[in-house]
């Protein structure tokens, strides 16, 4: 394809319309498998390698930051993470398109965050056709285990996000989300200063 036709393609995936496998193949370089598969056989003993490739990997990571192997990238260069992150054992980027988390954010296992869908008609999903659309996960938000984040979803500053939920729209800040689709529960206040948890939902 000529630059041309691949500007054209990367118009419509910043549109979030459909667009094709062989379509995106020119954006291969941006993938950091190997050093994705490197990071998740690295020896705890040695944090300096990690964090070395994990400036190799992320388009941008701040200071403080923890990942605990292994994750898993389509991309990697398509996810930016702030200050004192937390990510636990199994975190999946499905990072077509951006991925942005803020500072304080916590992650617990086994957590996907999805900027990629598919057409529900199977004619459309032809060469593995797929829409995209950016995910941000504003700061000190804390997000349960087992969670799917759909594209296009933005949770907001502080916002807790309960275990096994699947958030496929966005959240407000400051408050207490769970559930399949997953809804605003309650809002977060002073009172929870006092308790040990949020809700007892969170895990």
Same mark, same amino acid.
């Given at each position: 394809?000529?630059?041309? /036709?691949? *500007?054209?393609? $990367?118009?419509?995936? @910043?549109?979030? $319309? +459909?667009?094709?496998?062989?379509?995106?193949?020119? /954006?291969?370089?941006?993938?950091?498998? =190997? /050093? !994705?598969?490197?990071?998740?056989?690295?020896?705890?003993?040695?944090?300096?390698?990690?964090?070395?490739?994990?400036? *190799?990997?992320?388009?941008?990571?701040? =200071?403080?930051?923890?990942?605990?192997?292994?994750?898993? @990238?389509?991309?990697?260069?398509?996810?930016?993470?702030?200050?004192?992150?937390?990510?636990?054992?199994?975190?999946?980027?499905?990072?077509? +398109?951006?991925?942005?988390?803020? &500072?304080? +954010?916590?992650?617990?296992? &086994?957590?996907?965050? @999805?900027?990629?869908?598919?057409?529900?008609?199977?004619?459309?999903?032809?060469?593995?056709?797929?829409?995209?659309?950016?995910?941000?996960? =504003?700061?000190?938000?804390?997000?349960? &285990?087992?969670?799917?984040?759909?594209?296009?979803?933005? !949770?907001?500053?502080? &916002?807790?996000?309960?275990?096994?939920?699947?958030?496929?729209?966005?959240?407000?800040?400051?408050?207490?989300?769970?559930?399949?689709?997953?809804?605003? +529960?309650?809002?977060?206040?002073?009172?929870?200063?006092?308790?040990?948890?949020?809700?007892?939902?969170?895990?």
């Amino acid at each position: 394809m000529t630059d041309l /036709q691949n *500007e054209e393609v $990367l118009a419509r995936i @910043a549109k979030g $319309l +459909v667009y094709t496998e062989s379509e995106a193949a020119f /954006q291969a370089p941006l993938r950091r498998t =190997e /050093q !994705i598969f490197e990071y998740n056989l690295t020896p705890p003993g040695n944090p300096e390698r990690r964090r070395s490739l994990l400036t *190799e990997i992320l388009g941008s990571v701040g =200071e403080r930051t923890v990942l605990l192997p292994p994750f898993h @990238a389509g991309f990697g260069s398509n996810v930016h993470i702030g200050d004192d992150f937390f990510g636990n054992v199994n975190l999946t980027f499905v990072d077509d +398109v951006d991925i942005r988390i803020g &500072s304080g +954010v916590m992650i617990a296992p &086994s957590v996907t965050l @999805a900027t990629t869908g598919h057409p529900v008609h199977p004619a459309r999903r032809a060469d593995f056709g797929r829409y995209s659309e950016p995910i941000v996960i =504003e700061d000190k938000v804390w997000i349960g &285990s087992n969670v799917v984040v759909l594209p296009g979803v933005r !949770i907001g500053y502080g &916002s807790v996000i309960g275990a096994g939920s699947v958030v496929s729209r966005s959240i407000p800040p400051m408050t207490v989300a769970l559930g399949t689709p997953c809804r605003v +529960v309650r809002h977060i206040t002073d009172e929870d200063l006092t308790t040990r948890t949020a809700a007892s939902e969170i895990s």
